[in-house]
């Protein structure tokens, strides 16, 4: 038994990295063997890797851009559980997660029968009869020919769309639709052009070829040059060998997110030296963040003001920063950082 006030201070219960002074295995467990709490809050610790059978409702609050981090949420319901006769799970998605990757789920019309109050009931009397519950009348489906659409919901694919600037005249054309059309050139000459041919078996090329293979591709038609090409790819660097491999299959650029952890990664090892391990531990903070921001984004977010907000803020903000590296260091490593990653 539990009194009224103990339920109503442990009835939810919030769990970070944090919590517990940064131990939160034991409220994890908490939630998932004792009666309370009842609700468990977090972000990225119960996501994944966590198994408890008698969850049988997810609230999404968070929207995500990850099928596979969807999949691995939805999938902290899907357990089926005998003890407690669940059968199924409910999903209160906040931020239309569901159909950002197209999960059919069905929706929930199906209310609990609770029959109508009683009144009271005299002495001597008789208990009444339990009276029997209508079935739940099934929701109309809408006519499959109409589709309701909320105004302002549809994407709008001509804003959507990145444009890059080719050739020697200006042209604008979608980065999407370069690349097909570098893959589709590559995989047309692959059949025919002697030196693509050599690409694709790693055979020496003179210089003469790999001049007529670039004019042959730079044509009016496309305009495909490395130049345009790392534009549509989104790389830096790369040459037109990887760009040819790339369009077959035979190689694969590194992403963004990769780059950027290699940047951080090179930085950190070439500075070693002078980082102790508490400086060590608020720059691989430093980098998830940046990371986590440009999965979701496509941006970096390494500018001043990220040691004003979350996690940062947490563990002291800016001054903790430059009570560890100093107030002039800090502002030298976010220079160079943030100039790796503008090159990365």
Known sequence: NRSPVEVRQSFAQKITCYSNNGNPKPLIDRFKFDPLPVVAVSVDM????????????????????????????RGRGSRLCPRIGKSDFLIYDFVNNHANFNDPGVPYH??????SRPGPRQPGEPEPEPQPTPEPVP???????FMLIKEGSLEDQIRKREMIIVGPEGLAIDRKDYRDRWRERII?????????????????????EWDALALRLNTPEFYFAEAALRKAF??????????????????????R???IERAFNTWVAEHSSSINPEQAKMLRLLRNVVLAAARETKYDTLDPSIFSRYPFRLLGGRAKMQSLFGEKRLVAIMDELRQLISAA
Do not use: C, W
């Open 46 to 73: 119960l996501d994944t890797g966590y198994d408890h059978k008698e969850v049988e409702n997810l609230v999404m609050l968070r929207p995500t851009t990850s099928a596979i981090k969807y999949a691995q949420m």
């Open 110 to 115: 199906r209310p609990k029968p609770v029959g």
């Open 139 to 145: 929701k109309p489906h809408p006519p499959s020919e």
């Open 188 to 208: 047309q000459m692959q059949k025919t052009d002697p030196v693509v041919q050599k690409v694709v078996a790693g055979q020496p090329i003179t210089e003469e």
């Open 234 to 255: 989104g790389q830096p660097t790369g040459s037109l060998t990887d760009f040819i491999r790339a369009a077959l299959g035979l190689h694969e650029f590194p992403t």
């Open 257 to 259: 997110e990769q780059r």
